[in-house]
C-alpha cells in the first residue's frame, strides 16, 4: 500500500522530470535520456584511451569487474614509452626527474593513491596495492617506492631518450608555461560501468612537463581527478590539476548528477564553475584547460572542457568510438 511518504515522493520526482529539459541531439549521441541501462561501458580522456578502453573491454565484455577493466585499461598508455604524458615515457620535472601520480575507486568506496612516485612504471597498480593491502589511502614520494619496491614492483629508468633531450631543450630558457591541449595533456581517466551495474575509475599522469619537483597536481586526489559513488555515478578530470583541485571537481560533478543533472549537465556546470573563478581572480582563462567526463548508473554519458580540442573514447556494446568534447571557448 503506497502511504502518504511515498506519494509524496513519487509526485516530486513526477513533477522534476516535468521541469528537466529535454535533450539535444548531440546530448542523445553522447549517450543521454537512455531508457535501458547501457552495460558494460567505459570512458576515457584523450585518444590514447581508444586503445586503453580495448583492453578494459576485453574484461568488461566477459563480466569482468570494473576494477579489473580500469586498471587494466590505463595500464596500457602507462607502459607505453611514446606516450609523454603519462607513464613510462612521461615528461620529467624541471630537475629531470619523471615523478607519477595515480589513484584508483572501486564501488565500495575502496580508494588508493601514490603521489610523487619515482622509477616505478606502473603507478596505478601501486594505488590499488595502497588500497588493498595498506590502512591506508595515499603514499607519496620515498614512502610509495619503498612500498612499491616491497611489493615486488621492478624499479626502472622512466626518463626516455626523447624525454631527456627535451628537458635539455628547455633546460636553455627554464621558462615555464604550459600550453592548454599539449602540457596540459597529461592524464588518462577511466570509469567504467561492468554487467553487474558497478562502478570504479582509474587517474594515472606523469603530471605537468618541467613542473616544480615536489608538485603534484589533481590526478591522485580523490574528490578532484576521480570520484565514484556506486548509486549515482563516476566522473573523471584532465587538464590544469590546480583548477580541479580548486572545486573538488569530480565529487561535485558526482553531486551534481545526484542533485538529477545529467552526466552532460553536470560536466558542463562543473567546467563553469571554474570558469568563473578563472575570472574573479583576473586570470587568463585561454592560459588553462579542464576537461570532466561522467558516466551514471544507467550508461548515460557526458564531456565538456573548457577549451576546444578535448577528446574522449566511448566503449561499449556499440564499439569504441573516439568523441570530441563541447567546450566553453570554441
Known amino acids: 500500500?503506497?502511504?502518504?511518504?511515498?506519494?509524496?515522493?513519487?509526485?516530486?520526482?513526477?513533477?522534476?522530470?516535468?521541469?528537466?529539459?529535454s535533450f539535444t541531439t548531440k546530448e542523445k549521441a553522447m549517450g543521454s535520456n537512455l531508457q535501458q541501462p547501457n552495460k558494460p561501458i567505459v570512458l576515457s580522456t584523450w585518444n590514447f584511451?581508444?586503445?586503453?578502453?580495448?583492453?578494459?573491454?576485453?574484461i568488461l565484455k566477459n563480466n569482468g569487474r570494473a576494477l579489473d577493466a580500469v586498471e587494466a585499461g590505463v595500464k596500457i598508455p602507462e607502459g607505453d614509452p611514446t606516450e609523454r604524458s603519462v607513464g613510462y615515457g612521461g615528461r620529467p620535472d624541471?630537475?629531470?626527474?619523471?615523478?607519477?601520480?595515480?589513484?584508483?575507486?572501486?564501488?565500495?568506496?575502496?580508494?588508493?593513491?601514490v603521489a610523487c612516485l619515482e622509477f616505478i612504471k606502473h603507478p596505478i597498480s601501486v594505488a590499488r596495492a595502497v588500497m588493498e593491502k595498506t590502512p591506508h589511502v595515499m603514499l607519496v614520494g620515498d614512502g610509495a617506492l619503498q612500498f612499491a619496491l616491497a611489493q615486488g614492483f621492478p624499479k626502472e629508468n622512466l626518463l626516455?631518450?626523447?624525454?631527456?633531450?627535451?628537458?635539455?631543450?628547455?633546460?636553455?630558457?627554464?621558462?615555464?608555461?604550459?600550453?592548454?591541449?599539449?602540457?596540459?595533456?597529461?592524464?588518462?581517466?577511466?570509469?567504467?560501468?561492468?554487467?553487474?551495474?558497478?562502478?570504479?575509475?582509474?587517474?594515472?599522469?606523469?603530471?605537468?612537463?618541467?613542473?616544480?619537483?615536489?608538485?603534484?597536481?589533481?590526478s591522485p586526489i580523490i574528490g578532484a581527478g576521480l570520484?565514484?559513488?556506486?548509486?549515482?555515478?563516476?566522473?573523471?578530470?584532465?587538464?590544469?590539476?590546480?583548477?580541479?583541485?580548486?572545486i573538488a571537481g569530480c565529487h561535485l560533478v558526482v553531486e551534481l548528477m545526484?542533485?538529477?543533472?545529467?552526466?552532460?549537465?553536470?560536466?558542463?556546470?562543473?567546467?563553469?564553475?571554474?570558469?568563473?573563478l578563472t575570472q574573479n581572480r583576473n586570470k587568463n582563462l585561454k592560459d588553462i584547460q579542464v576537461g570532466f567526463i561522467a558516466l551514471d548508473k544507467q550508461g548515460n554519458y557526458g564531456a565538456y572542457c573548457i577549451q576546444s580540442g578535448f577528446n574522449f573514447a566511448v566503449n561499449d556494446n556499440s564499439g569504441n568510438h573516439l568523441i570530441d568534447s563541447n567546450s566553453y571557448l570554441k
Not at 49 to 58: D, M, R, S
Not at 98 to 112: H, K, R, S, Y
Not at 165 to 181: D, G, R
Request: charged share 25%.
Open 258 to 276: 545526484r542533485q538529477g543533472k545529467s552526466p552532460q549537465q553536470a560536466c558542463e556546470e562543473a567546467v563553469m564553475r571554474i570558469v568563473k
Open 160 to 218: 626516455v631518450e626523447e624525454s631527456e633531450k627535451e628537458w635539455k631543450e628547455w633546460l636553455k630558457t627554464s621558462n615555464y608555461k604550459p600550453i592548454a591541449n599539449i602540457e596540459n595533456h597529461d592524464t588518462i581517466g577511466m570509469i567504467a560501468l561492468d554487467s553487474a551495474g558497478n562502478l570504479s575509475g582509474a587517474c594515472t599522469t606523469s603530471g605537468m612537463a618541467f613542473k616544480m619537483h615536489g608538485r603534484v597536481g589533481d
Open 227 to 246: 570520484y565514484v559513488d556506486n548509486e549515482i555515478g563516476a566522473a573523471t578530470a584532465t587538464g590544469h590539476g590546480e583548477e580541479v583541485i580548486r
Open 1 to 21: 500500500m503506497t502511504n502518504r511518504r511515498n506519494f509524496i515522493k513519487t509526485a516530486a520526482l513526477g513533477s522534476v522530470a516535468l521541469t528537466l529539459p
Open 94 to 113: 624541471r630537475d629531470g626527474r619523471v615523478t607519477l601520480d595515480a589513484c584508483i575507486m572501486d564501488e565500495q568506496a575502496n580508494i588508493g593513491s
Open 49 to 58: 584511451g581508444v586503445k586503453a578502453n580495448g583492453a578494459a573491454w576485453e
